[in-house]
């Protein structure tokens, strides 16, 4: 057996030692290796205390047996030393636990044709599971933007946001990935089932946990990271102030990822953790697929144009007939003359002025005088 | 006479001779005094090139007629050496032109019994006039809170969101003025004549124009650098790219003064400038008067809880009680052997963990063993 399948099978055996997560193990495996670690544990040393915690679990480990039967599902384990590896997960070695969890995963359980070394461009689209309609309408037209252009969609195939962010990237044949807190052979939420099918037969499932593991809120913790992690940038779309999505932005904080969330109405309780990381300077706020592409592409890859007001008829005068116009009422009327003094023009140039923009539709002249018509304010 | 009275005979005169924040008419009276640039004026030496602009002007110039004029009508003119004069708007001394308007006005034009140094720690709260209800109920509810706590609100008695500005603080019994691009005496919007009558009864109606009047473009620039000088921070609510709130906004920004932003759904026209504002960092995202106040207020006057979740079931368990919470499956259900390997707790306390937790409600047994209850999802 070679030295890579002997990692392999640690760090498959690994994930039924350890809770995904958990500080002490990825403290281990960074310090010894998963080999060496494996062996000890199975042979009952006791390591920083983690003895009691695997009591238990060891008659669960049958790593061969494992890959096998993930195998005949069409599931296979990545680890780091394979190609596919996404290398920015390593970025998860150097960060501090928040709430109790963090460092490098031991592997991960894919399910699906998408190789993971294709996310290094990609994006996450996080929020609220109770989003409202206005929220799953722009995760879905903004994850649609970012997978167009040739970003991998990242979500965690929740209800609300997360859905709309799959089914936005579906929609316009993008690529789209889910991160799952259970194994990637189950299906959670159930009604969900459909899209992590179709999700594992043309983009990814992705876990950290062993097939057949039933999501903890722990697991739900940990998972946020590897989202945050696996991505470039992650934008928060809905999420009310104690939501799963800001762990994941905090997470892309740390992580020096980009950051950004998109506001919604301040009366709207979904949109209030996201007005909070943008007022705080954690998020930049974005309102289009195309801002979010500025900026998590690469430096130049999209040049958005801030959106501009079209071109009003006032834009197309002269200098000098823009500076009669300015002059001009708005309402009541005024004669040329009071009109020329306003401006500070000669009384014969904005007589011939004003003829011309009588022309054009933007003045009118009335009993009082002359006033602004009301294209002049469009 | 005295040379007080002199002064304001002059700045009246000034009024008359030049537009509203010109640029050159503002440099000489810094530079010379009013009172020798009017008697230089009038005895038609060119200055600056300015002779030709107040040609056809001079004639309505009859200062004490004016003052007297105003006096009948209950308006007052407002001068630097007053002891009523808001020292604030000294500020616009040292600002470059922008759209050629700049510069510290002649002097104020006022009708109300509201006092013009009473505005120091006033609010400005603008925005589109073709505001959405929502923008107009965020703004009316943000204007009342400001006022409530003692804030003057400042605004230019538009349609839309100037309106609801008024109207919030008006609803409250609170402080509030507007700043006209017309003469004080004149109602523009004709439609806003009794919300202007009562602003004027109660609070303030202000502008640097004469009496008599009208609007123009020109004025409506020189009079959104007035409001934003005259306050500590200008609240943007609505505002389309291309707005003339954002022409306030940016004299906000130049002035150095707080300037806020309420965020709205990324979907409606009218807060797509205020979403700029936020995202190139010009302005702060604030959703509620409350925040308003804290950035506004004096150093630690108004200290805003930010919004928290509420206290939820867990919150009130022992923080291994949490431990084996977390461990409980989220769907389906599991073994108390399994729940105890995921906590990595002894099997025992977490069998009385599960039943404590039963009692709270927070888990329930069923045939394929512990899942999380409906309220600990909450």
Chains 1, 2 share one sequence.
Not at 154 to 168: E, M, T
Not at 211 to 227: D, E, Q, V, W
Not at 278 to 304: C, F, M, Y
Request: charged share 20%.
């Amino acid at each position: 057996m070679t030295g890579v399948e002997r990692d392999r099978l640690a760090r498959v055996a690994l994930g039924r030692l350890a809770e995904p997560g958990d500080p002490r193990f990825a403290g281990l495996v960074a310090e010894m290796g998963a080999v060496e670690l494996v062996d000890s544990l199975i042979g009952q040393r006791d390591l920083g205390g983690v003895l009691v915690d695997i009591e238990g679990r060891v008659d669960a480990v049958g790593p061969e047996r494992e890959l096998e039967r993930a195998a005949r599902a069409g599931i296979r384990f990545v680890i780091p030393s394979d190609e596919e590896w996404p290398r920015q997960l390593d970025d998860l070695a150097a960060t501090e636990p928040l709430q109790n969890r963090c460092g490098v995963p031991f592997g991960l359980w894919v399910k699906g044709p998408l190789r993971l070394d294709e996310l290094a461009h990609s994006v996450a689209v996080v929020g609220s599971r109770s989003a409202t309609s206005y929220g799953a309408d722009v995760a879905a037209d903004l994850a649609a933007v970012v997978a167009r252009a040739g970003h991998p969609v990242v979500s965690g195939a929740a209800f609300g946001i997360d859905q709309a962010a799959h089914r936005g990237a579906l929609a316009v044949g993008g690529r789209t990935v889910a991160v799952l807190a259970c194994g990637v052979d189950r299906a959670y939420p159930m009604a969900h089932k459909t899209l992590l099918d179709h999700l594992g037969a043309e983009g990814a499932v992705v876990s950290e946990v062993p097939m057949g593991c039933s999501p903890t809120r722990l697991r739900f913790l940990a998972r946020n990271r590897l989202i945050a992690a696996l991505t470039r940038g992650t934008v928060v779309v809905e999420a009310a102030v104690r939501s799963g999505a800001l762990n994941t932005a905090n997470w892309a904080g740390r992580l020096n990822r980009v950051l950004l969330g998109v506001p919604g109405p301040v009366t709207s309780a979904p949109s209030q953790g996201v007005h909070q990381l943008i007022r705080n300077g954690a998020a930049t706020l974005v309102t289009s697929g195309a801002e979010v592409l500025e900026l998590v592409g690469g430096a130049g890859d999209h040049l958005v144009e801030e959106p501009r007001a079209r071109t009003r008829p006032r834009d197309r005068l002269s200098l000098r007939d823009q500076q009669v116009l300015d002059a001009v009422p708005v309402a009541h009327g005024a004669r040329a003359d009071s009109i020329a003094r306003t401006a500070g023009l000669g009384l014969l140039e904005v007589r011939s002025a004003l003829t011309r923009l009588q022309r054009a539709g933007l003045v009118e002249a009335g009993e009082a005088g002359w006033r602004l018509a009301a294209l002049a304010h469009t």
